[in-house]
């Protein structure tokens, strides 16, 4: 059986972020280790004997899918990323592994591999077989829900969205059950209407995403990375900040059917602490997206959302504002759902591009 | 440019005059007879709302009974000068730092009102409610803000034209005003405040917050506060408009390299928000981040408007609250967005007197046993400040006012005014023929036309009131403010919505009535009249003598002729007041020969060879030869076709125009000669109507309800405009319903060059509608 010759990459250049996923085959048999060169056991060795690279590269671990059957070879698929900043030290690496003595092709995803085509080729000797965002993140979303492993239910959702205290993550299956709207927040925001694998349109965006967080937050608070932004988020009360209905109103605003607590202006007040100017930037991008969302939902008459892409990662606080604001401003009608590889789907589409050329 | 510095609680009423470029009696007027009270306090500005009434002077025309008529001798009728009451809504803004020293000079003023409650409304009326109900010992009673911001807004849709404008900044003229559509509803306000209200306004009472954001005008001001230290609200406007938001926002070039073409994403299109703020060790400027922020929330604003707008199927959008109010920045980044996310189907529309709408509301809450909505308004021109930009380019005059006070007045209209059933589209009617807000060649030249004509408006202004020493006086202050206005209109053309001839006459009225000369040619008319009387039956006789075919172009030229009679064609009327039988016959011979310059008349000719109209609607335009040797036999002849005829004259006073109450003392004295016109009249084929206007131009969309009841009534089938103002300044390309003719002569030498014709050229505008045999 003939099929794409190793290494299996697929990877998606973010505004923000590198996303990288690597496929280790754990079938090789003794034949094939045999004629595998050094070049490809180096990279090998490199990417799955170590979780961090570099200072800013890191592989989550957690999110590893063992034993997983692709293209009748069976193996693990890892999960890597590092800042876009930081692609040149990437290139260099490839350059000094040796990689494009392997005659892989490299496919790409992502404003990046278009951006960055000609440093690849300059600067590592390689030719990015380039693919579109959107076609590689649906396929990506489809396939990864399609899989089934053992572990954590790739979907979920949190039931019991109204009590921000008590609600819990459920296990949820997608089954390819159209439509769907899929979000999509990385720096910026992608929404799209899925009806198909094949059928989906990008219903709109918003430049409101993980970028405007973590851009805001480090002119606000002077931190530097998404994890210390999110930290003093945590730490944070967005209403010092935000003036809320009930500090113009007294109460809810009942001509209007709005409840005491909706914030009525973000950033209206003086705030005590850096960290409740962090806290009041994430809930108000988070609720910004939640309302656009809803309103394409309303449109496009979909009433399953899923939310993907960087910014929800170890963002707990986001996803539940999400589910909240979906499920109370929609009387319960929208379900917000969540995927466990958040950012990688773009990576897996075009991994997926390597191995089945549409 | 007067200091307006904080004023604090303990300050008299000699800090406001400091602080005030008007006295304050130029200000607050007419609040010794203010009635009844409103106001909303919001974030930084005061708008205070009264009910007030004017007495002012009114020219009356009264028929001498039969008795007296010999005490009378030879005057034609009496004209009395009176004392009217009429109602005025006044509306005045000022910043929140004069709100004591106002309210002092409120109290001091206060005598005739019996009220004993304020409607208020806004964030800041609980806050200043106490000082309210101290000061001026009336019960403040709160209103919603938002029910008073709707109530507002369809007031000031419904009662004046020119209200919304589309704003765009790199055209010739920034201010793009809509014409006004008589059906104003369904439409979506959007409200820009501290946070954004989105409300689907459906009825007068039928209105809901359909959404909303709390990214808003509070949002810009207090993130930009943090991000540049910069407080005021204008100061981060003005370093926005100085920024470059590349520098701050990661763009889709900066991701892709260039642009993302398959989804159509232009490179320059923002990405991410801040996007390249995500680092700790660089440095941006402030106005690099304040137009980056400015971006953002708009852009946020205009989605969301448009997501709802698509979800309700509006496509009618206004937008309002302090984060709009005037200021060119947001206007321009609103429209962009709005442009970028519906690809031009929706439109971003902005209100003239949107600082207003919530006192306008709140009043009008507080007024509903005296049923505001069931009259007509009028904004006053002479009264009103009109739209200040606050652009930091537009020039000081400006800049000086917006610190300041800003006033609007509206009358309350005798009648209520409609369209004319008639109109083709009543929500496509444009008036005016030219906009000068879009051709600054034409805006100049009429400018100053009427610059150079003010000299004799003011001669002509003291001669109709010879007996009252201090009219000299007043004419000189009613020169003072007129110009002050023809000056604002240099410098912004958008003032009072599109600058137009009519506007610019009406603005004149406006003032002159404001300075109590309430009709300067009463008495030049009744010469008129009185010595054209003296003809009308020998003009008859001649068209009589006539053949058929000959009396119709006779008639015609008879009516052309006629309007050749104006004040302002000096060579003509020195003649008329000689010989005026001599003078129609000069006129005639004046006139261009045929063919005209817009000539349809052998068409015109032929439909008379047909069936008799059914009814004619016939707005007249002079006094004298104009409508009794001009316009009568005219009449006379549709009327002998057995066609009924329905006489439209101004309600009021305007230039030489003959007014409702001198036709009909003329027609009765026509009638009393002439068994023709007589019987009409007394059968009622003959009908005298007002149109409800003061103005020498005509605006079909508003013409007294009556009128358009009578044209219903009567199947009117043909309708005939006549004169400069009413069919050429206005209505020239009006699309009517029905059979059309519009007759003018030009008489001004630019207009006729502008029209490809010269002075005295004929304007012969027969018009059938498509699709329609005669």
Redesign the interface.
Known sequence: MSHRAFPWFGMDIGGTLVKLVYFEPKDITTEEEQEEVENLRSIRHYLTSNTAYGTTGIRDVHLEMKDLSLCGRTGNLHFIRFPTHDLPVFMQMGRNKHFSSLHTTLCATGGGAYKFESDFRTMADLELHKLDELDCLVRGVLYIDSVITSGPSECYYFENPSDLDHCAQKPYTLENDYPLLLVNIGSGVSILAVYSENNYKRVTGTSLGGGTFLGLCCLLTGCSTFEEALEMASQGESTHVDKLVRDIYGGDYERFGLPGWTVASSFSREPEHRWDLARATLVTITNNIGSITRMCALNENIERVVFVGNFLRVNILSMKLLAYAMDYWSNGQLKALFLRHEGYFGAVGALLGLLHPS | MAECGRVDSNTSSHTMDKSITLPPDEIFRNMENAKRFAIDIGGSLTKLAYYSTVQHKVAKVRSFDHSTKEAAGDKLYEIAVQEEVTARLHFIKFENAYIETCLDFIKDHLVNTETKVIKATG?GAHKFKELIERKLGLKVDKE?E??CLIKGCNFVLKNIPHEAFVYAKHADSEFRFQTTNPDIFPYLLVNI???V?IVKVESEDKF??I?????????F???GA??TKTKRFDELLQLASKGQHSS???L?K?????S?A??GLTGDL????????????KE?SNED?AKSLLH?IS??IG??AC??A??HNLSRVYFGGFFIRGHPVTMHTITYSINF?TKGEVQALFLRHEGYLGAIGAFLKGAEEDNPNQYSWGENYAGSSGLMSVSPDMNPMQRARSGTFDMLEMDRLDRQLVNLPLLQDPSSYIPDTVDLTEDAQAREYWLSCFEEALDGVVKRAVASQPDIPEAAERAEKFRQKYLHKLQTLRHQPFAYGSLTVRSLLDTREHCLNEFNFPDPYSKIKERENDIALKYYEKAVKSLEELSWEDRQFALVRGVLAGNVFDWGAKAVSEVLESNPEFGFEEAKRRLEDRPWLVDSFDQWLERLKGPPHRCALFFVDNSGVDIILGVMPFVRELLSRGTEVVLASNSGPALNDVTNSELQILTERIAAMDPVIDSALREDRLTLVQDGSSSPCLDLSRLDKVLAMLVRERQTDLVIIEGMGRAIHTNYYAMLSCESLKMAVIKNSWLADRLGGKLFSVVFKYEVPAGKPH
Do not use: H, P
């Open positions: 964030g919603d938002m029910t405040g501290s946070g209200s809901e917050r959404g909303g954001s709390s990214i808003g005008g509070g949002t001001w207090g993130l943090l991000l701050v926002d990661m889709v900066d991701i892709y390299g260039g993302y398959c989804l923002i990405a991410s928000s801040f996007g390249k703020s995500a680092t700790a060790d941006f981040m953002m852009n946020d989605q969301l997501l709802y698509k979800l996310f």
